[in-house]
């Protein structure tokens, strides 16, 4: 349900997608499956010869997917000189830049920015770290000063989104605040309509304590960030989620009527815990994370 919609709203917009891992066999099969549907137009780095042989091995055509090795690339220049500006209060010199925007992901990442490549699906391989050259050389969108993720959590009759499971260890009010907005606009942009559940252990005062006290400072922010938007907090997740409950325990809340599809967690022990329950043993199907 999810993919097949997501396919819906790309479909003809022929967007730029490189993958940074361009010789790893599930870029070269994703690559593949997005060139025959004509979803979007493909991108892959790393060395020509051996995109070329691994992709020969898997009887897998290359004729209308770019390649390009970031070692000998015309832009190198460019992109190095761009780096050593966006890093040089790091302590960052010409020579470590250099070297630096010839690595794969550094490389994809100066693509997004220069507007040569219109995404980038990295991390296929967990030692080329691809959340710093984003935070680096992509930024965050204006207005925003933290970096998230959510997860799509699918069944066959149900769809769930659930931020942060990746990347904030122990937010604050505030950052959990910018979670929800940021987090609301990546379920629009799905083409969904968010009802937002700020959890907690407690529902509407009934354990007292600072983490239930933070949930309910963010749940007040986040109101001010999006004030058309369905948000209630604290909730506990059972209140969220299910009609029946939330009338017992919290009969002023928007999930009365339906239930939360947006659950925004305290930290990240209970995010990243939660949907690996959940995709395990809820057997949903789990994407992500999506950074945004």
Not at 59 to 79: F, G, K, V
Not at 224 to 249: M, R, S
Not at 273 to 284: D, P, S
């Amino acid at each position: 349900m999810f993919m097949d919609n997501m396919r819906k709203l790309v479909e003809g917009t022929q967007e730029r997608i490189v993958f940074p891992e361009g010789a790893e066999q599930r870029a070269l099969r994703a690559a593949d499956l997005l060139n025959r549907q004509k979803l979007a137009r493909l991108i892959l780095l790393g060395d020509e010869n051996t995109i070329r042989k691994n992709a020969a091995d898997l009887q897998i055509a290359l004729e209308a997917i770019t390649i390009i090795d970031p070692s000998n690339d015309e832009r190198l220049a460019a992109y190095r000189d761009t780096y050593y500006e966006l890093r040089k209060h790091k302590g960052i010199d010409m020579h470590v830049a250099e070297e630096r925007v010839k690595l794969p992901n550094y490389f994809g990442a100066l693509m997004v920015r220069y507007g040569d490549a219109d995404g980038m699906v990295s991390g296929l391989n967990s030692e080329t770290k691809p959340f710093v050259p984003g935070f680096e050389i992509i930024k965050l969108k204006e207005g925003f000063h933290r970096a998230s993720s959510v997860f799509v959590l699918e069944w066959p009759e149900r769809l769930l989104f659930f931020a942060d499971c990746s990347v904030n260890i122990d937010p604050d009010a505030q950052v959990l605040a910018e979670i929800t907005h940021a987090t609301i606009q990546t379920v629009r942009s799905f083409g969904y309509e968010p009802r937002v559940a700020m959890l907690s252990f407690s529902t509407r005062s009934s354990a007292k304590g600072s983490d239930v006290e933070k949930v309910k400072e963010a749940t007040r922010l986040a109101r001010q960030l999006c004030p058309d938007e369905i948000i209630d907090g604290e909730v506990q997740f059972d209140a969220a989620l299910l009609p029946e409950v939330a009338q017992k325990k919290a009969p002023d809340s928007p999930f009365v009527e339906r239930g939360a599809n947006v659950f925004i967690f305290p930290n990240l022990d209970a995010g990243n815990i939660a949907y690996k329950i959940t995709e395990r043993l809820g057997k949903a199907r789990a994407t992500g994370p999506i950074l945004q």
